[in-house]
């Protein structure tokens, strides 16, 4: 189990936050650290890129349906990019597929999907 490594970096007023490693137990609190600082920010958007994230948990799950909740309560779209297979699937089965905003694609499309998603 790879530990879990979080970065952040601003483009276009969007926060772009790659996780990858892990996302179980201890490391859902750096996560949502993480995720409440972009928030805090003046940002148009949030894009949690789960590409690299080869484990998760109900903790891990929660943090990312916390994120969303607290992105939603801020008026700021919050996009799921790339989650793995497994993670797709997780998602699928409990539903919150029709809850999250997920994009499979390159960047561009992460972007695009945020700027749709903009609560004005």
């Known amino acids: 189990m790879a530990p879990c490594v979080v970065h952040t970096d601003i483009k276009k ?3 772009l936050i790659r996780i990858t490693g892990s ?19 003046d940002v148009r958007g ?5 590409a690299g994230v080869d484990r998760v948990n109900s903790k891990g799950l929660g943090a990312i349906i916390s994120a969303h909740s607290n992105a939603l309560r801020k008026g700021i779209p919050l996009v799921i990019w790339n989650p793995s297979e497994s993670l ?30 903009h609560v004005s």
């Open 46 to 50: 949030v894009i949690l890129d789960l």
């Open 13 to 15: 007023c969007v926060a």
């Open 23 to 41: 996302l179980v137990y201890e490391d859902v609190k750096k996560v949502s650290a993480f995720v409440r600082q972009e928030l805090a920010r």
């Open 88 to 117: 797709r699937q997780l998602l699928e089965h409990t539903k919150l597929t029709s809850v999250l905003t997920i994009v499979v694609g390159d960047e561009a499309a992460a972007y695009k999907a945020v700027g749709k998603n």
